[in-house]
């Protein structure tokens, strides 16, 4: 029987040459990628609030909505996005009328649970379709980083707790240990293959961090809250892809932040 460090190491194993590929690829191998973490990932989130027979239409149709996001070409989407935007909001809002006037199922916090899903999963990983191999494999090691180096370090020498209600295991030294790691990767690709001040590159990874840490710390709040263990098993060691991504998911827009301001 392998431990939950061995099975993490397993997995990571795996996922690597995949996601090598996918990055060397792009194009098809991108878009394709999302969409399945994109249709895993909705999914699990579903899971969180909807147990019931009775959201299946509703799991079913934010699943269909959130794989035609990834499907629309980045260049369409760079100028339509607040449309988009807008017009999720009007058929989460649409669902949540029609259905109030013919069979009240849902309440309109389901039709906001709809909505937050498109933006917590489809909207943010499509940020990646407009990043060059560079940048994803900056963002994808902060968060790797990140992760990794909070654990190990927590696991080592963790003692006093962060957030216990909210997480458990979560240390200050592993914090430390995470920030210092995701800076250092920051700092290194500055130094090697970087066009920017080494300053603006210690930002960068502090500030990837913190929404990395934001990130974790989020979906471990809506797992306590709806007293879930693991968002789903697809991974041995990690749980669910809503486990192994839930940081990554915040690094994306904070990633995108910096280049939409002109920082890199």
């Known amino acids: 029987m392998l431990s939950s460090h061995q099975k993490r190491l397993c997995t990571a194993l795996i ?10 690829q792009k194009g098809f191998w991108i878009t394709s990628g999302l969409i399945i973490i994109s249709l895993l990932g909705l999914f699990e989130f579903y899971n969180i609030f909807w147990q019931e027979k009775k959201y299946l239409i509703l799991k079913s149709t934010g699943i269909l909505l959130g794989i035609g996001i990834i499907l629309i070409p980045i260049e369409i989407f760079r100028h ?6 807008l017009i999720l909001f009007w058929l989460c809002a649409l669902i949540f009328l029609t259905d109030f006037g013919l069979k009240e199922k849902y309440s309109f916090s389901d039709a906001l649970i709809l909505l937050a899903s498109f933006y917590y999963l489809p909207l943010n990983l499509k940020i990646f379709q407009d990043l060059t191999s560079f940048e994803i494999i900056l963002v994808l090691i902060s968060a ?12 080592l020498w963790g003692d006093k707790k962060i957030w216990p209600k909210v ?14 790691g995701c800076t ?7 130094f090697f293959w970087g066009k920017k001040t080494i ?19 989020f979906e471990s709040a809506l797992k306590r809250k709806y007293n879930i263990k693991d968002s789903g098993n697809i991974l041995p060691g990690h749980g669910g892809i809503l ?8 690094i994306l827009p904070v990633y995108f932040g910096f280049k939409f301001l002109g920082l890199f």
């Open 15 to 24: 996922l690597l040459p995949v996601l090598a590929l996918i990055i060397w």
């Open 80 to 85: 339509f996005a607040p449309l988009v935007t």
């Open 144 to 155: 790797f980083a990140s992760d990794t180096l909070a654990y190990y370090a927590g696991c």
């Open 167 to 180: 997480s458990p295991k979560k240390t200050w030294i592993g914090s430390l240990g995470g920030l210092i």
């Open 184 to 190: 250092a990767i920051n700092i290194l690709a500055g």
């Open 199 to 217: 300053i603006l590159y210690i930002l960068l990874g502090v500030c990837l961090n913190l929404a990395a840490q934001l990130g974790d710390f």
């Open 243 to 250: 486990d192994r991504i839930d940081s990554l998911l915040f």
